[in-house]
């Protein structure tokens, strides 16, 4: 079966590979020339690990910077607020609050936008739209939102660490106080410590041999030298937080450098990677039609070519083979009879008769 | 039919004597070649698979459909078995009323032939003819004949066709295809044997299934499949082992 479909291959080759061969070639330059035009503009920006706060361990210390910052910008872009915030920057503007227009913002800047880590640090930012001036101020956009978002993120996490060791802070210093009158209700009201300042004793720093004797007092003691601890703590955890704030924000800039700003373009490109999808797409289809013919082909070949396709179990004494004579030396008329002049030329006349090879 | 009775038969010594009666004349001792080389190879094999050359007989090379390649076939086993065997006489006879080529092939004059033996009065002897080998003669188709299909059937061909049995040692009739002509099936009974030649790629399987049932089993030599060629390239059936 596989001699019968490679003869039927060999012997039709011409009919059976054109289709391949032709599509691809009409569908090719027509799909080339009618590739739509964008135009793009291209950002550099020198990335480095986002300055968080310390209580913030979301990032991995195994991924590179720029890496780190394309995954947060590819997140974000996937939200509907953040791309209408970049289409509200552009001359987009105009279709932001329709259901229509936004969807039309979401293909634009969704299909428009791209990026890739190039290298450790930079972030290579690329956007192709159907005019420049669309491709560059989409660019600049999505990049100010970026930076407006992270900085927003970062204040906002650092005022909720503030407010929550203001709150600690305040919880503590509260206790301490009710401790430390505590303490001093307990020293007025017992004679033999009214020389016992609570404040000092608090701090640690006088010695109280009185509440060695008193373990009741030594306990509110040791209470109250705890709680002035963690006042202290929280103060300290407070100022840290405060201080990391006012440095994240200040290292915003640093981390997120324009080194290659966006350029308007000056001359369109075509989508011409693609457009390579017809080209193929087409030859893919036409193998196919090939195969199918391939198929009729053997199917239909009734013809005897072997022993086997011989009915009636008739035998085979042999086979005389296509002679390939060389006709162009002979008339046309002649070239019909060629073959069997050949065979007769041993016996008879009639010439020309023309050499030949199996 | 009274014509045919009337036409003299010759017997085996007058055709010996008479040869060769007409056309060519041997070139005495030089040698004419295949023009492909490996041709005589090809056609000894055919002769010796059919089991031609042994015995006296008369061989008919038909197909089911004209233009398959009867006439080369048949005039490639004469020309070999002549060659082969020095000593036996080899007559190749034409039939084929409608497409005559025996007497352009080999530059001899085209009457008189078969046809004017069997409804006219011609004497066998003068309708052979001679050739470079000095064993194979040739008996054109001759005419052209008014009803050529009568003659063939005629009972002046059978008489002839044993005359010729008994003055050629090998005699191989250049038949009409057998699906074109019913005069062929005739000449397949007045034959010892019967060569079926078919077009390879061409003749379609059924027709030389109907063509073989119209030959008699026992006469039925085999097939030459001619023309045959594959299309698939030398290394690939090398590499495939086919």
Known sequence: MITKFLEAFFRHKILVLLPPLIIPLIVGPYALVTAPIYYESFAGVWVDRP?????????????????????????????????????KRTTLAPLVGNPRGEERIAQVIGNGFTMFPNGDHLLVLHFKADNPRLAFDSLNAIMDAFKENAANERVNQASLAISFYQARLQTAQEELKKTSASVRQYVAANPNLKALNPDRAAAGDVALPQSVTDPQLAEMMATLQTQQKQVEAMTSNLNSAQFDASASLEGQELGFQIIDSPQIATAPTRALRKQLIFPIAGMVVDLGISLVLLVLLVAADRSVRSESDLPNGARVLGAVPYLKLNLRKLPKSARRDAMRRAVGFVAGTALPAPGGSK | MAVQQEAPVSDERAITEHQPVRGLQPFGDQQRDWLFSGADELFRNLYTRAGIGFTSEVLAV??????????????????????????????????????????????????????????????????????????????????PAPGPGRALRSTRMATIMDSLRQSYDLVVIDAP???????????????????????????????????????????????????????????LRRLGGM
């Open chain 1, 51 to 87: 300055t968080y706060l310390n209580y913030s361990d979301s990032f991995s210390v195994y991924s590179s910077p720029s890496s780190q910052q394309a995954n947060k910008l590819q997140e974000i872009m996937r939200t509907r607020t953040f791309i209408l915030d970049v289409a």
């Open chain 2, 62 to 143: 038909s197909s089911a459909i004209a233009g398959e390649g009867k006439t080369t076939v048949s005039l490639g086993l004469a020309v070999t078995v002549a060659q082969d065997y020095p000593e036996r006489r080899v007559l190749l006879v034409e039939t084929d009323f409608q497409r005559p080529t025996l007497a352009d092939d080999f530059g001899v004059e085209p009457t008189p032939g078969l046809v004017d033996c069997i409804l006219g009065d011609e004497p066998l002897e003068l309708a052979f003819r001679g050739s470079f080998l000095d064993n194979l003669h040739l008996l054109p188709v001759g005419g």
């Open chain 2, 177 to 235: 295809s057998l699906l074109v002509n019913s005069d062929s099936v005739m000449l397949m009974d007045l034959a010892d044997g019967a060569v079926l030649v078919v077009r390879s790629g061409v003749t379609p399987a059924s027709m030389v299934g109907k063509a073989i049932e119209q030959i008699d089993e026992t006469k039925l030599r085999g097939v030459v499949l001619n023309g045959s060629r594959s299309a698939i390239p030398g290394w």
